[in-house]
């Protein structure tokens, strides 16, 4: 049996429901007609700041972070729930400032800022002011294992010099974006997982060049969009350090615990998106003499994917509340048996969704191609699929002997 939630999560929860139902689907098709009609698809349609300016006032903001200075004092296991819900839509999460990588980000800073660099940066991204990019995937290594990011961050006086490669930047093209988190080594000689540091960089800083917008399937996911970035020879003042040198797989995995519940519950409200579209098309269509809802085939594909999400769903929640009884740390098998079951089962029920769809399904008149292409790519982000079912191994084995 599911655990409750409080009743102000109750309380949210349903004050959510209620603005996805008056301002976010109904503005979906505004957001990609304005996108479409400015002068750069890289420019901020307004509906994203109207919006986002209706949902701070109504107090739909910072649901993520559990701080009750900043954030709404909800639960990884609370906040789930909440979570499931923006991923219907790909437009929501940031309207409630809850889009990543700022989330990550803001819990970095939160935890292991110092006043100043909370000052800064946190609370323009606490009042959704600013965007920012966390840099440290590269392509010139497999950046599945961060001990292979050649990055340097190195320290000449009271300055540490920056010289990278890095891709995958998501926000870096967005106009709003002000400060990246860069990971890097400072101390190749150390131990493995001591080497690299992370450090804030001002996107306006000398030497940071944007060489180019990378596209997922495609999609450019402007006006966010992720980019190819080059660090060169840049410079900031050592004071920008977060935590310590050597502590950027400390901050890292600090980072990415809540950051994966996250993922999941946006993928989960993705695919039962997805179902509610497959059986209202089916409903709606007729194929040789009879309506699609009442194919054996259809009926099987709903079934199969409404078993699928509701054991996804328990596996997350699992996951959040053990992150909230015992930490990250213990939750560590939990955390990598979402990040493998929850996107590709969020790609199943979406597929099955599209094939109902037939020729509508893969364009861009309804948001399921988009929603499968997003589910895609978190088989890859946060570690893929080979590097969680490595580490699932490692813990039964250990547990079991």
């Not at 909440?82 to 309207?95: D, F, K, N, T």
């Not at 969009?225 to 660090?231: L, S, V, W």
């Not at 998106?273 to 309506?291: D, H, I, M, P, Y």
């Not at 946060?382 to 191994?393: E, M, Y």
């Amino acid at each position: 049996m599911l655990k409750e939630i409080s009743e102000n999560a109750k309380k949210l929860k349903a004050e959510l429901l209620e603005f996805m139902d008056e301002y976010v689907y109904p503005n979906e098709p505004v957001f990609e007609e304005q996108l479409n009609s400015q002068e750069s698809r890289w420019m901020i349609p307004p509906i994203i700041e109207e919006l986002k300016a209706k949902a701070k006032a109504k107090g739909l903001w910072n649901l993520f972070l559990p701080d009750t200075e900043y954030g709404k004092g909800l639960s990884n296991y609370e906040y789930a729930h909440l979570c499931e819900i923006m991923g219907r839509s790909l437009i929501a999460p940031e309207l409630f400032n809850c889009n990543a990588p700022d989330t990550g980000n803001m819990e970095v800073l939160l935890k292991y800022g110092t006043k100043e660099q909370k000052k800064q940066w946190l609370e323009p991204l606490l009042e959704g002011e600013i965007r920012s990019v966390f840099s440290m995937t590269e392509p010139a290594v497999a950046s599945s294992d961060a001990t292979n990011i050649q990055g340097s961050i190195v320290r000449d006086g009271d300055e540490y010099v920056i010289n990278a490669r890095k891709w995958w930047s998501t926000s870096a093209i967005d106009p709003r974006c002000k400060v990246a988190i860069v990971m890097g080594k400072t101390d190749p000689n150390a131990a493995p997982h001591k080497q690299q540091s992370m450090i804030l960089v001002p996107f306006d800083s000398p030497g940071v060049e944007i060489k180019r917008a990378l596209t997922v399937f495609g999609y450019d996911h402007a006006p966010n969009g992720h980019a190819e970035i080059h660090y060169n020879n840049v410079r900031v003042p050592v004071s920008n350090l977060l935590l310590g040198e050597g502590r950027g797989f400390e901050i890292a995995q600090g980072r990415l615990g809540p950051g994966r519940i996250h993922h999941c519950m946006r993928a989960i409200g993705a695919a039962e998106r997805a179902l509610e579209l497959l059986v209202k098309r089916a409903s709606s269509r007729e194929a040789f003499q009879s309506r699609l809802i009442d194919k054996e085939t259809v009926r099987a594909d709903i079934a199969k994917s409404r078993i699928e999400i509701e054991q996804a769903r328990l596996l997350t929640l699992h996951a959040a509340n053990k992150i909230d009884q015992e930490g990250a740390k213990a939750a560590r098998k939990e955390i990598a048996m979402i990040k493998i079951a929850v996107p590709q089962m969020s790609l199943h029920v979406i597929d099955r969704a599209i094939q109902v769809f037939g020729g509508a399904g893969v364009s861009d008149d309804f948001p399921l191609a988009a929603h499968w292409a997003n589910a895609r790519t978190l088989r890859i982000v946060d570690g893929p699929d080979a590097v969680h079912l490595r580490d699932i191994a490692k813990l039964e084995i250990r547990e079991q002997m």
